[in-house]
């Protein structure tokens, strides 16, 4: 009996050994990401620049290849670099990046996003700024109002590779039906509304249930009634969100949807719920981030017929109001970071400064990502629409980032739930900024 | 055998393993969580000591007393709706034909994910082209709500999924429990006349009140910490009107990023399950158990 007790007891332990090993495993690859760069200290010729990004060939296979391509040309250009790659699903990146960024092992180069999620690590002084970057040859090529979503404290501290706006898409075919144009102005638009609803066809599909999707129709009016610089203000504390231009454009929504301009039920559904109402031509209009042009280009999964359907126009301006109809609502994706304590930060640096210029070259025409450098359209062969929008966007006067990414958590939240609020009726325009005043003095 | 268990050092040794895990995976995260909530904390960085602060601050937070009445709401539909189950459990545990096929089709619901479970209603749910509005289209209604997006509609929509969920699994306990009542106990007031309502109310029912007090308990302790579905099909909105106490922890803590009060939220959470836990017992508590065998 006593012998079976040791056999069971040693067999316990045996399995223990292995969790605990299985543990000890996960630390031991960031040690490796980190000790990669020690051996280019002490030699000048070769260096080897760790790179953490996003794109796993698998569920990003274009973005990948084109990084392995710009990897490789780099690589012949500079026989002394290697570039070594880290590569992680989206969510398992952001959460890997925190853990390592605690234990000061990030790699040389890495990717981050703007604002919001990229303050806690440039006050940490984790990430180096690069704004001798921005000065030297990559002067004047971002699209105005991209680089500084990523500045904090008036530094740069990482370089955008992605951009997105948000026209409103619609259905050529349906507005053909009902006799309607382009709207240009903002009555013009509330006249398409009207006839379509009338029609019995939903003018707006909208899945408010996410919330952002209702901040991008609530920002345009703000910005197109407050002029760009409003909003911004009331956000970075040197305006106010009882600003009366910020206030109409809340009660500008709430007649919206009096009018019936939004599909049925739009606070209880997602944003795919929404968008599949576009999709399926119940909904004539649909506003949403340029990361939707594959869907209506070159997604094969999508039949041409409806494709060739969808056209885009400007969120029309306002008479009386301060906005331009050039300026947009959107913001960069991703930008590159390079790590403060990296020891081989000018190498980086110089890494950084060839990868976006070659990113913004074919990002589009090869991944049909819309990179934040400017794309000159004579020289790429793209789908029309995307030849429209890149025209559009270097014809941009000013560039508002996404008002929840602008936020701090907390006060982004409060933001997000009031526009669900604000949409659904449960709130006055005046309650409505009453509320933002309230968080944002919170998280001061 | 026996003498081996007689040793306390074997005894500690088997048991070690298992109270080792537990304690820490569970009773260590919750004194830490207990912890954070005494914190000021985004996720990364240094948490800053606060005191009592986040607690003061859950203790006079509207919106976390709004979800607490949701999830309370919740807890009372789930425990009212235990007698239902009772009801179908008895009828299925006499002798009435294809019991068992009724058994497996209740049961089916609760084999199925949550997040199945969730995508399949809201389709039931789409304003427009939902089933349940199709359905009401097709009997006259001109306007028919949009369930989820009401307001007021929205809780009473989450809670029908929610109850159907559980539904199987709660019948199951009390069919198993019924089924081990001796059938000699059934025979014997049979012959002394006892009619099935007799029968159901006066024997089965006491020798199964402690399955019934435990079922209890798991509904409302259930509910109040209930998560997935709302997570899913509303995320809390529209505009908190069917946030409940877990999401709103969820929200606080992963979406603004304040893991101090979020923490704080749920230590407050785990204490209101305790205490409710605690005044069931109580209320439930009977001297003697009935035993008849």
Request: aromatic share 12%; net charge negative; proline share 4%.
């Amino acid at each position: 009996m006593t012998k079976k007790t040791v056999t069971s007891m040693l067999l316990l332990m045996l399995a223990l050994t292995v969790v605990l090993a299985g543990c000890g495993g996960k630390s031991n690859d960031g040690g490796q990401a980190a000790g990669g760069n020690e051996n280019a200290a002490d030699s000048g010729s070769k260096v080897t620049i760790n790179f953490m990004h996003l794109w796993p060939a698998g569920s990003s296979a274009q973005q990948n290849k084109l990084v392995n391509d710009i990897i490789a040309e780099y690589q012949n250009e500079h026989p002394n670099v290697t570039v070594k790659q880290e590569i992680l699903e989206n969510e398992q990146y952001k959460n890997k990046l925190k853990v390592i960024s605690a234990s000061n092992q990030l790699p040389d180069v890495g990717v981050t996003w703007a604002a919001g999620f990229l303050e806690p690590y440039a006050k940490g002084n984790l990430f180096a700024p690069l704004d001798d970057l921005l000065s030297g040859d990559l002067n004047g090529q971002f699209v105005s109002g991209t680089t500084e979503a990523y500045a904090i404290d008036k530094k740069t501290y990482a370089l955008p590779i992605e951009l997105n706006i948000s026209p409103i898409y619609y259905n050529k075919a349906i507005f053909e039906k009902y006799n309607l144009e382009v709207p240009q102005t903002y009555d013009q638009f509330l006249q398409v509304v009207q006839t379509l609803t009338e029609n019995g066809v939903a003018p707006i599909a909208l899945g408010n249930k996410d919330r952002w999707t209702g901040s991008l129709w609530y920002m345009y009016m703000a910005d197109r009634l407050g002029g760009a610089d409003t909003l911004k203000n009331a956000i970075n504390r040197t305006g106010t969100f009882e600003d009366p231009s910020l206030i109409q454009g809340a009660a500008e929504i709430q007649k919206l949807v009096d009018m019936n301009a939004f599909n049925k039920g739009f606070n209880g559904l997602s944003n795919d719920e929404g968008k599949s109402e576009f999709m399926n031509e119940q909904a004539a209009m649909y506003m949403m981030g340029t990361w939707e042009l594959p869907n209506f280009t070159t997604n094969p999964d999508i039949p041409q017929e409806f494709k060739d359907k969808v056209g885009f126009f400007k969120f029309p301006s306002v008479e009386g109001g301060k906005g331009d109809i050039n300026s947009w609502v959107g913001g960069p994706g991703v930008g590159l970071f390079v790590a403060e304590n990296s020891k081989v930060k000018d190498e980086a640096k110089a890494f950084v400064n060839y990868f976006v210029q070659k990113w913004g070259e074919k990002s589009v025409v090869d991944a049909g990502v819309i990179p934040a450098t400017k794309v000159d359209t004579a020289k790429v062969e793209l789908p029309q629409l995307y030849i429209d929008l890149l025209n559009e966007l270097n014809n941009a006067s000013n560039l508002t980032l996404f008002a929840d990414v602008q936020l701090k958590p907390d006060a982004a939240q409060t933001h997000l739930n009031m526009i669900q609020a604000l949409f659904g009726k449960a709130v006055t325009p005046e309650e409505f900024a009453k509320k933002h005043e309230e968080a944002i003095a919170e998280g001061n | 055998m026996d003498k081996v268990m007689s040793n306390k050092y074997v005894i500690a040794l088997y048991v070690l393993p298992a109270l080792l895990l537990i304690l820490a995976i569970i009773y260590v995260p919750i004194v830490l969580t207990g912890y954070y909530g005494l914190t000021e904390w985004n996720g990364i960085g240094a948490m800053k000591f606060t005191g009592f602060d986040n607690y003061a601050r859950v203790l006079q937070d509207n919106a976390f007393w709004q979800s607490a009445g949701h999830s309370l709401l919740l807890a009372v539909f789930s425990a009212v709706s235990l007698f239902g189950y009772l009801l179908v459990a008895l009828v299925l545990s006499g002798k009435v034909k294809g019991a068992n096929t009724f058994r497996k089709i209740y049961l089916i619901p609760m084999l199925l994910s949550s997040v199945a479970i969730a995508q399949l209603w809201l389709k039931v749910y789409h304003p427009t082209n939902g089933v349940l509005n199709s359905f009401l289209e097709s009997l006259g209604f001109s306007n028919p709500p949009a369930w989820l997006a009401e307001t007021s509609l929205v809780l009473g929509a989450l809670f029908i999924p929610i109850l159907w969920q559980y539904a199987g699994f709660y019948i199951l306990i009390y069919y198993a429990a019924l089924k081990n009542i001796p059938a000699s106990l059934e025979e014997a007031a049979k012959i002394d006349g006892a009619n099935a309502w007799q029968i159901a109310f006066r024997i089965k029912l006491p020798l199964i009140m402690e399955v019934i007090k435990v079922t209890i308990v798991l509904a409302v302790v259930g509910s109040l910490k209930y998560f997935d579905l709302i997570y899913v099909m509303t995320d809390g909105g529209p505009n908190g009107a069917s946030e409940v106490m877990a999401s709103y922890m969820y929200h606080q803590a992963f979406r603004g990023f304040d893991f101090g009060f979020g923490s704080a939220v749920g230590f407050v959470l785990l204490l209101i399950c305790l205490i409710i836990t605690w005044i069931i017992r109580k209320l439930t508590e009977s001297k003697d158990t009935i035993q008849y065998s």
